[in-house]
């Protein structure tokens, strides 16, 4: 085996024991003990290829965004009959995703919800090619809406965005006891993401 290739052997069994062990056990207590210990790997080969639990949770970040967002470019249709068709497609599709890998629910849920304050700028950055698809597709769903005149689609968005952050608020800082918990936290974050998002579009009177 060349050299490269078991390096790259080496980088992927790390990340495979990194994902597990930040899928169960969440940023804070989550260990690169653990990782070596579990999946039989030495200190001195982890350490060579990331330097720290923070290089290794931001690659775990990066590649949770990745597949999520391409999962839903594969999976979300071209067109539905209307706004809210869509938006239920959406979560529908991401939640078939996290039933598929539930160790990105958890990386998800710290990435978002409970950012370890040191690495927020990180995350974000991670987190930008899903928040570019998040944008485009909103902004696909607002041609089935009719817009009052003095609004544009540019603005609703940056709207949507800066009211997500009021409900990633609303979670942050949760200690919860096991992975059910954390499951109904994002269950219960998106559907609130999935309600403001509505209201906005249609407004609150029947």
Known sequence: MKREEKSENSKERIIK?????FGQNGYVAASTNNMCKNHDISKGLLFHHYKNKDELFLVCVSKCFEALAQ????????NVEDAKEGLNKYFEARFEFFKANPFYEQIFYT???NTPSHLKDAVAERREAMNAFNRHYLTKLLDYVVLK??????SIIELLSDMSHYIHMKYKGSCLENQEEKHQIVMQHSKDIKDMILILFYGIVK
């Open 17 to 21: 024991a990194a994902l597990e062990e």
């Open 71 to 78: 999962y839903l470019k594969e999976n979300l249709p071209e």
């Open 111 to 113: 990435a978002v919800i």
């Open 149 to 154: 005149e003095d609004y544009e689609k540019s």
